[in-house]
């Protein structure tokens, strides 16, 4: 309700002015501002309608876009699906009126679709504000498609559940004239993204500039970024070992295995303290807390205790209940 329902009084251009007529006590003076207003509303909601209408048959071919090519048609689809969101909101404000803050399911749909809207331009805000370098070109794909998905996927469980039935078909229709046609980014595109993502480079540090980071190890988000470089460096080596079939053998733990390459001069000093290094780094991100056996007793025999408390109060409860019938 905050993230719709408020913003889109505030937000839209005539339901203010439309409330405020409807306020005023100079009987005249409101039913002219009210007149324009509604005016001004028809005439806004008609135009959304055509636009949605004419974005939908042709694909979103026929809206504008600042640029051409693949993120051209991200900025149509996006056009496309604000025009189709203009119009839903507009029609069920008016067919509910005040009551549709008690529709919180609704109301959690339209706030779903605006805030993917919202991340998709802001997906593409980013991609053009750093120049549009051509190695981000799967970051802004994955998300905006991601995005648009979900804000397609929003507007059709609206239209499924609208107040009236047959105007959520029509509407349907209308807007989605062409059916559902948006996807989620499949698997290519998520490990291009992932590649990205787990190697140093341009784009990752695009991606996270202005977030805290660190690469001290004892730090809780710096181990992570320690690993990954130790990570990285020694992925060489180990692709070179599994070249050769050196593996490890199932009674030797991983720095015998290590201290064995060494001697046999299958590894050098430098290389064996990389291997161990990495493997140090990653076992430190992925250990869980542990407890001593002192710990988890200590701890059972707290729950213990606690427990016959708990039944003494039930006890008391009863017997005041056996009793009460003995008073009348």
């Known amino acids: ?4 329902g408020q913003g889109a009084i505030r937000c839209h251009p005539y339901l203010m002015d439309e409330m405020q007529a409807a306020m005023m006590e100079d009987r005249s003076v409101a039913e002219d501002a009210f007149d324009k207003a509604l005016r001004g509303h028809a005439e806004y909601f008609l135009t959304n309608f055509c636009r949605a209408f004419v974005y939908g048959i042709s694909g979103s071919r026929l809206a504008p876009a600042p640029y051409p090519g693949r993120i051209g048609d991200y900025y149509q689809r996006l056009g496309q699906m604000s025009a189709a969101f203009a119009v839903c909101a507009d029609l069920v404000l008016m067919i509910l009126g005040g009551s549709f803050k008690r529709k919180e399911m609704l109301s959690g749909r339209f706030a779903d679709a605006l805030g ?4 998709a331009s802001a997906a593409l805000k980013k991609f053009d504000t750093d120049g549009q370098p051509r190695n981000d070109l799967p970051l802004v ?4 498609k991601y995005c648009l998905y979900q804000v397609q996927m929003a507007l059709d469980e609206i239209l499924r559940n609208f107040p009236i039935k047959w105007l ?3 509407v349907r229709h209308t807007i989605f004239p062409l059916g559902l046609n948006l996807r989620q980014p499949n698997d ?3 490990h291009r993204v992932a590649a990205l993502v787990i190697r140093p480079g341009g ?6 500039a202005g977030i805290y980071s660190t690469d001290d190890p004892n730090d809780i988000t710096g181990c992570l970024e320690d690993a990954l470089h130790k990570v ?3 992925e060489p080596i180990e692709r070179r070992l599994r070249h050769d079939h050196l593996e490890q053998h199932g009674l030797e733990d991983y720095p015998q295995w290590i201290e064995r390459l060494k ?4 590894v050098s000093a430098e290389e064996a303290d990389i291997l161990l290094q990495a493997r140090s780094a990653t076992a430190r991100v992925i250990k869980v807390d542990d407890f001593t056996t002192d710990e988890m007793k200590n701890k059972m025999g707290a729950t213990k205790k606690a427990a016959p408390k708990k039944k003494a109060v039930k006890s008391s409860k009863k017997k005041a209940v056996k009793k009460k019938p003995a008073a009348k």
């Open 1 to 4: 309700m905050i993230i719709f």
């Open 116 to 119: 993917y809207m919202f991340y």
């Open 141 to 144: 794909e994955w998300s905006t």
């Open 168 to 170: 959520g078909v029509l």
């Open 188 to 190: 290519s595109l998520s």
């Open 203 to 208: 784009a990752r540090d695009r991606l996270t």
């Open 232 to 234: 990285i460096k020694a």
């Open 263 to 266: 001697q046999s001069d299958q």
